[in-house]
């Protein structure tokens, strides 16, 4: 089974950046996944990290350690819009396993 | 761009009845799922479809529940008599492959059993 493990909730400020830590345990591994949510509505994809290193979108970026179960979701320039919950998810066999989210806060 | 839709958006039921929830995946994509997220909780694997079976279900996925691809194109979840800690929003979802690739989400049935 999986196990993944991500903090309920931060608070930051406008315009500063925030750092997600997730941690996991599986059995079998294809991926790992972050997922941006907002209150009501449905997953949206952020980002998809297979092998390690960083990986860099625009404002977003992601890093997975496969050998120490341990990815990070970094949003730079917060933007009021950024304040979401976010989601980490680990692929394993045909299916994503989500984590409990992280509520982003982000303040004027 | 495509999307997975999915309808009804909202449901109210009592207690005990059926409920079918359905779900257009994107055209091209092969693999099917449903999830739900109680409100406040996260994000629940229910079943995974492929192939026209299916091919994962978690425990929460008991003889209550059933999934089918009846024509090709749409996806149903059937919950046989509904209890109230069904109440939920059930998300429906679909990629390309197994193993890679992002899963592509509905905007959700959100389920109310009173």
């Not at chain 1, 903090?7 to 996944?33: D, H, K, R, W």
């Not at chain 1, 050998?67 to 976010?86: I, V």
């Not at chain 2, 005990?16 to 929830?21: D, M, T, Y």
């Not at chain 2, 999934?67 to 046989?80: A, H, Q, W, Y």
Request: negative net charge.
């Amino acid at each position: 089974g999986q196990n993944i493990d991500q903090p309920t909730e931060m608070t930051a400020t406008e315009g500063a950046i925030v750092q997600i830590n997730c941690t996991y345990q599986t059995s079998g591994f294809n991926g790992l996944f972050w997922y941006q949510q907002h209150a009501g509505e449905a997953p949206t994809f952020l980002s998809y990290n297979v092998l390690d290193g960083l990986e860099e979108k625009g404002r977003f970026s992601s890093f997975l350690s496969r050998s120490k179960g341990y990815s990070y979701l970094l949003l730079k320039e917060l933007q009021m819009k950024d304040s979401a919950s976010y989601l980490c998810a680990v692929a394993a066999g045909n299916k994503l396993t989500f984590g409990g989210g992280t509520r982003v806060l982000v303040k004027p | 761009e495509p999307e997975v839709t999915q309808t009804p958006s909202h449901q109210v039921t009592q207690m005990g009845q059926e409920v079918i929830l359905r779900c257009v995946p994107i055209s091209n994509h092969l693999y099917f799922y449903w999830y739900r997220q109680i409100l406040g909780q996260k994000v629940e694997f229910l079943v995974s479809f492929y192939n026209n079976e299916i091919s994962e279900k978690s425990e929460i996925f008991d003889d209550q529940f059933s999934v089918e691809r009846p024509d090709g194109s749409n996806f149903t979840l059937k919950i046989r008599s509904t209890k109230l800690e069904d109440s939920a929003m059930y998300f429906c979802a679909s990629r390309t492959s197994e193993n890679t690739g992002e899963l592509f989400f509905g905007e959700g049935s959100r389920l109310t059993v009173l």
